[in-house]
T-cell receptor
Framework: DAGVIQSPRHEVTEMGQEVTLRCKPI?????LFWYRQTMMRGLELLIY????????DSGMPEDRFSAKMPNASFSTLKIQPSEPRDSAVYFC???????????FGPGTRLLVL | AQSVTQPDIHITVSEGASLELRCNYS??????LFWYVQSPGQGLQLLLK??????LVQGIKGFEAEFKRSQSSFNLRKPSVHWSDAAEYFC?????????????FGTGTRLTIIP
């Protein structure tokens, strides 16, 4: 079992650039979650999907953020344009059912200069 | 809305000593409760979870937690810590109703182990 896979692991970009974070959930899992972790705000849920459909995006900070899940094995989180305050670690997690264990990926550490 | 409070930002414990990390939650119904651990540079790993039944829950790595409804608490314990337990620990609360999969995490407690 490869676990949740995220890419890239590290991303450094300049303010105003587009950033795309990628996630491959565990095969067979039908829930996918995107989280952001910062020192100031801790771990926040941004959005989650069930069967590729966005269920709750109330945590998405603003219109600059968008997430898609075109199929059961792939999801993206896009920031356009990026800002320095978007610097954080972004985690993807997946699970197999209602309140089942969420398995976290290793995270993408994003630095926006 | 659900919320979680972890009152201790940082705890230092001697190796071999006992450990208790505090977690208080706020939720209008019976909650689902979780403890996750995060090692430096890693994602979160589930230690244990409580859904219903026995209020004392056993987890991995020798951890246990006790659900106390009257105190709205779900404290994590370990009788004897090892140096490898140094990490950040997160308590989380989820909703029992189907259709709501959100987890709300506490701000975490950083655990330092001294020889």
């Amino acid at each position: 079992d490869a676990g949740v896979i995220q890419s890239p692991r590290h991303e450094v970009t300049e303010m105003g650039q587009e950033v795309t974070l990628r996630c491959k959930p565990i095969s067979g899992h039908d829930y996918l979650f995107w989280y952001r972790q910062t020192m100031m705000r801790g771990l926040e849920l941004l959005i989650y999907f069930n069967n590729n459909v966005p269920i709750d995006d109330s945590g998405m900070p603003e219109d600059r953020f968008s997430a898609k899940m075109p199929n059961a094995s792939f999801s993206t989180l896009k920031i356009q344009p990026s800002e320095p305050r978007d610097s954080a670690v972004y985690f993807c997690a997946s699970s197999s059912g209602h309140q089942e264990t969420q398995y976290f990926g290793p995270g993408t550490r994003l630095l926006v200069l | 809305a659900q919320s979680v409070t972890q009152p201790d930002i940082h705890i230092t414990v001697s190796e071999g000593a006992s450990l208790e990390l505090r977690c208080n939650y706020s939720y209008g119904a019976t909650p689902y409760l979780f403890w996750y651990v995060q090692s430096p540079g890693q994602g979160l790993q589930l230690l244990l979870k409580y859904f219903s039944g026995d209020t004392l829950v056993q987890g991995i790595k020798g951890f246990e937690a006790e659900f106390k409804r009257s105190q709205s608490s779900f404290n994590l314990r370990k009788p004897s810590v090892h140096w490898s337990d140094a990490a950040e620990y997160f308590c989380a609360v989820g909703a029992a109703n189907f259709g709501n999969e959100k987890l709300t995490f506490g701000t975490g407690t950083r655990l330092t182990i001294i020889p």
